[in-house]
T-cell receptor, first 114, second 109 residues
């Protein structure tokens, strides 16, 4: 009964491929996020959805496309993978989109692009 | 620009006390979070401060001074399992979380 789950946990792929990462939360939260954590450990917000609607869309290449089929799921599709996409991608969720909402993180997906 | 500063790395001894500082410059302020992240794992929530002062939670305490743009996380009675990175994050006026790079805490016996 994991609160926020991501699949796959590890992803090794070739440059130019297209891949997807899936995220699901069973906390009943309204808001979900995708973060990228690079080798320097900076956590950078990529996207945020509130009740299936996009509310944060940081400056990321349009090769990255999030999809939220329902408020419990937020998937990330990446087209034409590049070496610089190698990082750990974390999904997170929170009850709401503002105020003192604690974010709960998934275990992360370690993406390595060769 | 928006900026969160934390020391990159700190070392402390088991059983001792350590204070991890965080200074921030953000467009607005709507709360400050501390998260713990063990190597290879996801960040987990430790504390949240929105008003000035000290919040105590067991061995961990977090302090905030909004006028100084400053917070610290105080860890007492250090245990080996406290070896981790500690991330400071500030919610700005747009309710976006701005993250620091984290402080890697090394605990020695």
């Amino acid at each position: 009964d994991t609160a926020v789950s991501q699949t796959p946990k590890y992803l090794v792929t070739q440059m130019g491929n297209d891949k997807s990462i899936k995220c699901e939360q069973n906390l009943g939260h309204d808001t979900m996020y995708w973060y990228k954590q690079d080798s320097k450990k900076f956590l950078k917000i990529m996207f945020s959805y509130n009740n299936k609607e996009l509310i944060i869309n940081e400056t990321v290449p349009n090769r990255f496309s999030p999809k939220s089929p329902d408020k419990a799921h937020l998937n990330l599709h990446i087209n034409s993978l590049e070496l610089g996409d190698s990082a750990v991608y974390f999904c997170a969720s929170s009850q709401g989109a503002g105020g003192g909402e604690t974010q709960y993180f998934g275990p992360g997906t370690r993406l390595l692009v060769l | 620009g928006q900026n969160i500063d934390q020391p990159t790395e700190m070392t402390a001894t088991e059983g001792a006390i350590v204070q991890i500082n965080c200074t921030y410059q953000t467009s607005g302020f709507n709360g400050l979070f501390w998260y713990q992240q063990h190597a290879g794992e996801a960040p987990t929530f430790l504390s949240y401060n929105v008003l000035d002062g000290l919040e105590e939670k067991g061995r961990f305490s977090s302090f905030l001074s909004r006028s100084k743009g400053y917070s610290y996380l105080l860890l007492k009675e250090l245990q080996m399992k406290d070896s981790a990175s500690y991330l400071c994050a500030v919610r700005d006026s747009n309710y976006q979380l701005i993250w620091g790079a984290g402080t890697k805490l090394i605990i020695k016996p």
